[in-house]
């Protein structure tokens, strides 16, 4: 596919670009301070990110490669199913190359570099992570032509990989992608209106679930284990057959 053979050309970003991604760097650190997991901040050291450049994707692949096996797969843009599924299963993230302008700094229709690496890339350095994810990639391959299914794990994917919080040392924490990049997020997640619930398997799979406006609510784990857990729970139910309440439009 046309889609795999992309490759970041770096010395096409310019001087705007890399200020783009030097403010959103400095604004999300700031605001994620006390608010994002462990794991992010340590992947975040880790994978190589910092606020003076816009992350090479080879460098940043090498590094990922090194500590659980993933690699980033530069992409134009949104993918269908099939490719973004298929890339997963293979470890391979897709992420733009395409960084947002100014005056799209605050919202962007489509996600771009700074949300794919600075929001990903960190939890991907989390070998519980990042098997979970791998785990996601495999069921949804096996499902594409299943409707029922592969909306199921979509939600999964939702609630947990882009808007996911973590329970750690008596606080909520946030680890989600979509949380991670977006200032917008964060705001409305931590407000006294927004609702915050346990996270419970066959609830999150059989509630809607859409990135086209700010979340309704959010998933928060007691715990690492229990996503890994997860993992089992949710091959168990795909292998009993087991059925869930028709899918609800959003």
């Known amino acids: 596919m046309p889609i795999l053979m992309l490759q970041q050309h770096y010395d096409r970003y310019t001087a705007q670009d890399q200020l783009v991604w030097k403010v959103l760097f400095d604004r999300?650190?700031?605001?994620?301070?006390?608010?994002?997991?462990?794991?992010?901040?340590?992947g975040l050291a880790a994978v190589g990110l910092h606020r003076n450049a816009i992350p090479d994707f080879s460098e940043v692949s090498e590094r990922l490669y090194r500590a659980t096996g993933w690699q980033l797969e530069p992409v134009k843009g949104a993918l269908n199913d099939a490719e973004f599924f298929g890339l997963l299963a293979q470890r391979k993230f897709p992420a733009t190359v395409w960084i947002r302008s100014?005056?799209?700094?605050d919202f962007i229709e489509e996600p771009d570099l700074f949300h794919g690496?600075?929001?990903h890339?960190?939890?991907?350095?989390?070998?519980?992570?990042?098997d979970f994810l791998h785990f996601l990639g495999q069921m949804a391959v096996q499902h594409l032509?299943?409707?029922?299914?592969?909306?199921?794990?979509?939600?999964?994917y939702g609630f947990t990989v882009q808007f996911g919080l973590v329970q750690e040392r008596g606080e909520t924490r946030m680890y989600g992608a979509g949380l991670l990049s977006s200032s917008g997020e964060i705001h409305h997640c931590i407000s006294d209106v927004t609702r915050?619930?346990?996270?419970?398997?066959?609830?999150v799979l059989q509630t809607p679930y859409s990135e086209a406006?700010?979340?309704?609510?959010?998933?928060?784990?007691?715990g690492w284990d229990?996503?890994?857990?997860?993992?089992?729970?949710?091959?168990?139910?795909f292998a009993s057959g087991w059925q869930l309440e028709p899918v609800e439009k959003q």
Do not use: I
């Open 213 to 222: 406006h700010l979340q309704e609510q959010y998933f928060l784990l007691n």
């Open 117 to 119: 690496v600075f929001g």
């Open 196 to 203: 915050r619930q346990p996270f419970d398997l066959a609830t």
């Open 145 to 156: 032509d299943d409707a029922v299914a592969l909306s199921r794990l979509e939600r999964l």
């Open 226 to 237: 229990q996503l890994t857990e997860s993992v089992a729970d949710l091959a168990a139910l």
């Open 102 to 105: 100014m005056e799209q700094f």
């Open 28 to 42: 999300q650190t700031a605001l994620l301070h006390k608010r994002a997991c462990t794991a992010f901040w340590q």
């Open 121 to 130: 890339a960190p939890l991907l350095m989390d070998q519980r992570f990042a």
